[in-house]
């Protein structure tokens, strides 16, 4: 099993300073290295909209990997942040929402 990890990807912020669109990078190291796992810890971006959007976005652009997701502080900015963790458990991969089962891991049929 090939497992890959990365944390604080900042989307949004990178691109300020950098003018890189990190997430077209990422999609295509992603489609490079066909890990079968991908871990991001924390901090996808500011915000818990846009860090779900995203999330989906990446796991609909990448079926084949099962992305796993531990939300970090930038992702729950957000006048109330019980909001914000609830909206983000809305992510099948996150796991504010407990462990990880072993079908979690099956092909999709």
Known sequence: MKIAILSDIHEGLNRKKTRIDIMTLLNNWLDANQPDVFIISGDMTAGP???????????????????????????????DSTQAYEILLKFPGNLGNGPIKSSFFLPKN
């Open 49 to 79: 909209e846009k860090s779900l959007n995203l999330l989906n976005q990446l796991q609909n652009s990448n079926p084949q990997i099962k992305i796993i997701f531990v939300h970090g502080n930038h992702d729950v900015y957000y006048g």
